[in-house]
């Protein structure tokens, strides 16, 4: 081996190429083994993985981001228990107490106008509204005396003079009134109205067994009344309608014809019975006339009631 480190018969290598001394190709089986890499001692032990590496990005991330932050529960103050002022009336449970006595009056009267024979008087229309606003005053005085017992209440919660002025306006004049305005229309859709008695006295007339008693004449502000008793002193029932067969005639010729829907009356009358009703005529006659006459027909045959003296 020369002082270059390679062999005189040229297998060595040289130690560096060079332009003069070129690297020959190598051959697998003349190369020597490279000796392997080994771990130092502890490698293992002190190794540390890197920051950048993945793993450990995604630990830091989970590791630095705060966590959910759940809404808080919405606050709400506690409703106030503020005993309500000396003297100060629920003004909305009056006027309710009011309405309730009012309307069962009211419902109470009309079903007794539907079902009632006459009119039955202005008095009994009186009542609801009276009865309504006594009970209104009684509840708001009650209402103010004891109003420091109670929790403060809403916008219509007022001084005991204001309720007292709201209850006579809204249910003394309303109530009556309305009250005024219902009897009006049950009068009306009935017929079953007051008014004034003109008949000076009952008058009789008898045809055949029947006997047909003019009692009285009302004049009404839409209707004339006329009440009848029909006696059948037969002994065969006999049929008296009033559409298109009964007439209450003054002695000027004018005639009333009857309304049979607002009437009470029995068309059969059975024999040996006497039986009442009231005949309703549409208007009234003329002004002046003191002299009617009642005409009612069975069959084929009338039966005409002359002279009834009439008041003016």
């Known amino acids: 081996m020369d002082e270059d480190g390679g062999s005189a ?17 190598r051959s697998p089986w003349s190369t020597p083994k490279r000796p392997a890499l080994s771990q130092p ?21 989970e590791q630095q981001s705060p966590p959910a932050r759940e809404p808080e529960p919405v606050r709400r103050k ?16 009056v006027l309710l ?11 109470i009267n009309l079903v007794a106008t539907f079902f009632a024979d006459g009119a039955g008087g202005t008095l009994r229309w009186l009542v609801p509204p009276a009865i309504a606003l006594i009970a209104a005053m ?12 109670r929790p ?16 006579l306006l809204g249910v003394g004049v309303g109530g009556f009134a309305l ?7 049950a009068g009306y859709i ?23 008693t003019v009692e009285n004449v009302t004049y009404t502000s839409h209707f004339t009344r006329v009440e009848v008793a029909v006696s059948n002193g037969g002994d065969q029932s006999l049929s008296l309608p009033l559409d298109g067969q009964a007439a209450f005639t003054g002695e000027d010729g004018n005639s009333l014809k009857a309304d049979g829907f607002r009437s009470q009356w029995k068309d059969s009358i059975a024999a040996g019975s006497v039986e009442r009703g009231t005949i309703t005529f549409k208007g009234h006659l003329p002004e002046g006339l003191t002299v009617a006459t009642l005409t009612l027909k069975s069959g084929d045959a009338p039966i005409a009631v002359p002279g009834l003296a009439l008041s003016n």
């Open 152 to 167: 403060a209440g809403g916008r219509l919660d007022v001084p005991v003079i204001v309720a007292i002025v709201v209850v």
């Open 78 to 93: 506690p409703p106030t228990t503020e005993p309500a002022p000396a003297g100060y009336v629920r003004l909305v449970r």
């Open 9 to 25: 018969g040229g297998a060595a290598w040289a130690a560096y190429p060079s332009a003069d001394n070129p690297e020959p190709a």
């Open 190 to 212: 009935t017929g079953k109205e007051s008014g004034e008695d003109r008949l000076l006295k009952p008058v009789a007339k008898t045809t055949a067994g029947l006997t047909v």
């Open 97 to 107: 107490v009011a309405a309730a006595v009012l309307g069962l009056g009211l419902v």
């Open 179 to 185: 009250t005024a305005g219902v009897e009006y229309a």
């Open 41 to 61: 001692d502890g490698g293992q032990a002190n190794w540390a993985e890197s920051a950048g590496w993945p793993d450990s990005a995604f630990e830091q991330q």
């Open 138 to 149: 009684v509840v708001a005085l009650i209402d103010a005396v004891s109003s420091e017992d």
